[in-house]
Structure formats: structure tokens, C-alpha cells
């Protein structure tokens, strides 16, 4: 049996950093770093970064995965994160894999990670043994530019219009005032660095480069911008390939994706003989691993034949009441925007243990891709895992999003040891139900929006569409979703009457939070004018509900993300102190249901 993936915290130059060590099989033939992008390019690309680790190490390559500081689940804020500061991070991790392996380390890039490992290399003390680029950045710039319109777009969608441009975003970082974008900060050090770096002028001459690049069909030929930079590399005198492989572009779509012939390009641009490293240049003995502050540890477990990752947050003096973060959506479990790791140190801030990890076929966990509905034996193993990691645990409360909180009401009746479910914007998506929603929220919204008449006015609004996608819509919301036939794939009934049936069934609290802004959240608050029954339990006293009036799906800004920490923090204390009080009996809740 192949030896299992090592998740630690290596300390780093300016906190812990997560790392995930892929030992190789058998006889040691090279190493690598795996230097991730930045933001959701990171969460949207990490499975297809963990398969592509594990068959790297298939074939005797160690693989370090790393979390760069303010990023994942590495220490720090996304504020705090500079560019010389990744680079630190890139010297000890290449120090900690030399040292564990004794083999000289590459860098394996992707997107501005491959930027980055570029810069890294051109100063590093000693270079990389080589390189693989996966679909490098090629300009910071054109990056930039590109991470600011997130902001555009996000001021679009929430007040309706922009705010000046690009350019006017330049402004305000040149004034030393950082941003926030899609749930980042984007501190204005960082963001003068990224500005200024080009792979134009950062040739690797010192070892051999492998390049790779995803297009969407095998005649594409590279990106002009891309084939400027290799031919310059070229003619520098870098021993350069550069592939082209058909594929989706996995870092942005919105569902996981994967690339398989990048995975077989990959493997064979590290196929071969690495050079041996010189015994004069390999680093002081290995660094012992960390565990950030005795709070947050690596934590790996087992589900049917696959291993599963995740990080426990266990505090001094931790409560004997837990939460465990259910993942869902294409995220893993530092969740959009670091949500589920921000929202972790806050409930260990306060002694609350908390568990979050990926169950099979996401983020950095084994086994294939599946659903919401199919992950009952993943968190009946994580449950397992978190009452073994942590004594004295006595109850947990499961905490999801979206999909993730359905699956957790789904799961819940079934576990003893769960007494709570806190729900943010649970996922109960019919055809009719989403289409009410987006009648009730978004047309009557618009038709009291000055700035809609505004454009018809003007002419610039395409009425006659509008006119059909409204009707289409009404007529959708007119039917309603018919109990489906029962057969061996699909379920008995609806998914709000299954969620319904099993929320009956639990007999512990619930908190409900739902965001104004976000059409999942809508559906949800529509449930009770179409079903007496859902009235009823949303109306009982074990269930505490609270709304963000303007928030989106995942509570992209500070004040949001705050605000549900805060719900979710208090929430849990008044809950424990209710069961210190009377012995660990259950009764109905006494927290406020005030916003």
C-alpha cells in the first residue's frame, strides 16, 4: 500500500503554513513544491492540483503542497499577504523538502503561482532543480487588471453600478488603501509587486523549464502574449518545452472540473532522472512541523478505501461541545474567500473545537466526485475522527452552506451525537422554487429600480427578452414539483420535503441564516407560504433565524462574514451554557431571534 499523504504546519517566516506532503513510492527520484494561485483560482483548482500530487509521487516525486501566508489555511489575513513575504514562504518549504528527501526541489506553479515560482527562482540561493508551469501568468498586470474587475463586477451586481474603472482602482491602491475583492483583501504593497512582475524578464536559465497549456481545443495554438514570452525565453537560452493540452480551464470554472492530459503531460515532463543534490548545498536538518499555537493541527482519517484531510481547530481549554463545517458547493474546506477558516478561528477564539475537512473526491481527499446526498459515511467518518482527536467531546453541531447545509439536515437525524444544525443559505433548489424566487426578489426588485426605466428610456434594455424570460419563468413557477417516481436512482420525494422530513426528525436546535441578496436564500424563505408544515418548524421554538437583508450567497464582505461568525459564535455559547446549567438536558433555546 501506497505510503499516505502528511498534512502539517510548517513554521514559516511570518506564521504556520499548511502543508500536505505527498511521500514518494518507492525509490526517491525528485521533489517538488507546488506553488498554488490566489483565491478562488486556489479553491476551484485544488482537486485537480491533489491528483495531480498523488500521481507525481506514484511515480517517486515527493510533492510538498503549500498554503502561502494569509492564504488557505496557512496563518495570517489575506491582507497581510506580500509578495516577498510567498517568497519566504517558497524558501523554507523548499528548505523542509530538501531536507526530508535529500533530493534537490523543483517548483510546480500554477497560474500566478507560476509567476511567482518564476521571481523565487531568479534569486533563490539555490535553484530549482526545474520547473513546471501551469498556465503561468505571464504579465502581473494583466492579472490585476483582471482581479480588479472582481470588484467591478461585485459593484454591478450590488449597487447597480460600477465604480470608475480599473484604473480609479489603481488609484485608490497607489493611495495606500487597500481593497476588498470577491471576500479578499488586496493590501496595496502586494498588489505594487504583482504589478510590476513580468515573465518576460524572469528567463529561468538554470534548469530546464516545462511549460503547460490548457486550450479549449488541440488546434488552438498558444496565446500571443504567452508564445512573446517563450520565444524571448528561447532565445535567452532557457531549455524550455511547452505543451499545449486540451482541456477545461479548472481554476475558473464553476463546478470541478478536471484535465486529464495535463496530468499525463505533467508526469511525463517529470519523467527521467533528477539530478543528485551536492552535499555542500543541502540545507540544516529537517525543521520539526508545527501546530500553530497547539490550536490548528493537519488531521487525516480514513472512509471506506480513501484517505480524507482536513484541519482541526482545538483550543486549551476546548468546550465539550464542537462544530463541524459540512463543505459544499465546488469550494474545499477553507471555503470561498476563507469563510470556513476565518469562521473556525473564531469559534476556537471563544473555546469552541471545530473540525473542517473535505470528504471524498474534494479538495485534498481520495475517491471520486459525488453529491451532497451520496456523503453519509464521510461524515460519519469525520465524526469519528474529530470525538477521537478531541477528549471530552460530548456534542457536535454541524455547520453548512448552501448544499453543505442540506446534507448536514439530511445526515443529522441519524447521529446521535449531533445536537445542532447551523444552515446558512441551505440549498433546496426545484424548478417552480427557483423560479418564484427570481420572480418575488429580482423582476420586483428591478421594476422599482429608477435606473431599469432609465435604460428603457434610452433604449438601451432589451424589453421584448425581459418580457419572454419573465413569462417563461411564471410559467414555471405556476407548476409545482411533482413527488418524483420511486426508483432505484431517484429519490421518493422533492428535496425541500426530504430536508423537511428530516428536520422533523431532528430533535435538536437549529440556527437559520439566510442572506437578501442571494436567490438560494430566497427559495428557502419561500418555503413556508407554500407548505404548512414548513411554517410550523421554522416557527418552533428550537429554531433561531437570522437575515443579512443585503448579503450574497457566501457573505463575501468583512461586515457579512463577521456577522455570521458572530450568530454562529453566540449561538454556541448560549447552547453550552444552557447545558452546563441543566446538566446537558435539551430545551428550547433562549437565543435572541433578533437581527
Not at 463543505?327 to 477558516?341: C, D, E, I, K, L
Amino acid at each position: 500500500m501506497h505510503p499516505a499523504a502528511e498534512p502539517f504546519f510548517l513554521d514559516g517566516p511570518a506564521g504556520p503554513l499548511f502543508c500536505l506532503f505527498h511521500p514518494p513510492h518507492g525509490t526517491c527520484r525528485g521533489a517538488l513544491v507546488h506553488v498554488p494561485p490566489f483565491g478562488e483560482e486556489m479553491n476551484r483548482s485544488r482537486r485537480m492540483v491533489a491528483l495531480a500530487a498523488r500521481a507525481l509521487a506514484a511515480q517517486g516525486i515527493g510533492v510538498l503542497q503549500l498554503d502561502l501566508y494569509g492564504c488557505g489555511d496557512s496563518a495570517g489575513e489575506s491582507g497581510e499577504a506580500r509578495w516577498e513575504g510567498w517568497k519566504a514562504d517558497l524558501a523554507a518549504a523548499c528548505a523542509w523538502l530538501s531536507a526530508r528527501l535529500g533530493r534537490p526541489v523543483g517548483l510546480w506553479g500554477l497560474r500566478l503561482g507560476a509567476l511567482l515560482a518564476l521571481d523565487y527562482a531568479r534569486d533563490a540561493v539555490h535553484p530549482p532543480a526545474r520547473l513546471l508551469l501551469w498556465q503561468p501568468v505571464t504579465k502581473g498586470a494583466t492579472w490585476l487588471t483582471q482581479f480588479l474587475r472582481l470588484r467591478l463586477a461585485g459593484a454591478m451586481l450590488q449597487e447597480g453600478e460600477a465604480e470608475g474603472g480599473t484604473s480609479a482602482l489603481r488609484a485608490t491602491l497607489q493611495a495606500g488603501t487597500p481593497l476588498q475583492i470577491a471576500g479578499y483583501e488586496l493590501a496595496p504593497a502586494l498588489a505594487a509587486a504583482i504589478d510590476g512582475v513580468s515573465a518576460a524578464a524572469l528567463a529561468p536559465r538554470a534548469c530546464p523549464v516545462h511549460w503547460c497549456e490548457v486550450v479549449a481545443a488541440p488546434d488552438r495554438p498558444l496565446p500571443p502574449a504567452a508564445a512573446s514570452v517563450a520565444q524571448g525565453w528561447r532565445a535567452a537560452g532557457v531549455d524550455l518545452q511547452v505543451q499545449l493540452v486540451d482541456g477545461p480551464a479548472f481554476w475558473s470554472t464553476p463546478e470541478i472540473t478536471e484535465a486529464p492530459a495535463l496530468l499525463e503531460a505533467s508526469l511525463q515532463a517529470c519523467a527521467g532522472e533528477w539530478p543528485p543534490e551536492p552535499a555542500a548545498a543541502r540545507p540544516a536538518p529537517l525543521p520539526e512541523p508545527v501546530s500553530a499555537g497547539a490550536v490548528e493541527r493537519g488531521i487525516a482519517f480514513s472512509c471506506a478505501a480513501a484517505r480524507l484531510y482536513g484541519v482541526l481547530h482545538h483550543p486549551p481549554a476546548a468546550q465539550q461541545h464542537g462544530v463541524m463545517v459540512v463543505v459544499g458547493g465546488p469550494q474545499y474546506r477553507a471555503g470561498s474567500h476563507r469563510q470556513f477558516t476565518l469562521l473556525a478561528r473564531t469559534l476556537a477564539r471563544a473555546g469552541i473545537p471545530v473540525l473542517r475537512f473535505d470528504y471524498r473526491g474534494m479538495g485534498d481527499s481520495e475517491g471520486g466526485i459525488r453529491g451532497f446526498e451520496a456523503v453519509e459515511a464521510d461524515l460519519r467518518a469525520a465524526l469519528d475522527a474529530f470525538f477521537a482527536a478531541v477528549p471530552g467531546l460530548e456534542r457536535v453541531c454541524l455547520w453548512g452552506l448552501c448544499d453543505g447545509a442540506t446534507a448536514a439536515a439530511l445526515y443529522a437525524p441519524g447521529d446521535a451525537r449531533v445536537d445542532g444544525l447551523a444552515l446558512l443559505n441551505p440549498w433546496v433548489r426545484t424548478e417552480d422554487g427557483a423560479a418564484r424566487a427570481t420572480l418575488k426578489h429580482y423582476y420586483r426588485q428591478r421594476l422599482f429600480d429608477p435606473r431599469l426605466w432609465k435604460k428603457i428610456a434610452h433604449g438601451r434594455f432589451d424589453l421584448m427578452g425581459a418580457l419572454a424570460s419573465f413569462l417563461g419563468l411564471a410559467g414555471k413557477a405556476l407548476r409545482r414539483t411533482a413527488p418524483a417516481v420511486a426508483t432505484a436512482e431517484a429519490p421518493v420525494l422533492p428535496l425541500p420535503e426530504r430536508m423537511l422530513a428530516a428536520l422533523r426528525r431532528f430533535d435538536g436546535e437549529i440556527l437559520v441564516m439566510l442572506s437578501g441578496a442571494d436567490l438560494t436564500a430566497q427559495e428557502f424563505a419561500g418555503l413556508p407560504a407554500a407548505s404548512p408544515a414548513w411554517q410550523q418548524l421554522l416557527a418552533s421554538a428550537r429554531v433561531v433565524r437570522k437575515e443579512l437583508p443585503k448579503a450574497d450567497h457566501t457573505c463575501s464582505r468583512p461586515e457579512w462574514q463577521q456577522q455570521v461568525e458572530n450568530w454562529t459564535r453566540d449561538w454556541m455559547l448560549a447552547r453550552g451554557q444552557r447545558s452546563t446549567a441543566q446538566g446537558g438536558a435539551k430545551q428550547a433555546p433562549k437565543f435572541s431571534n433578533a437581527p
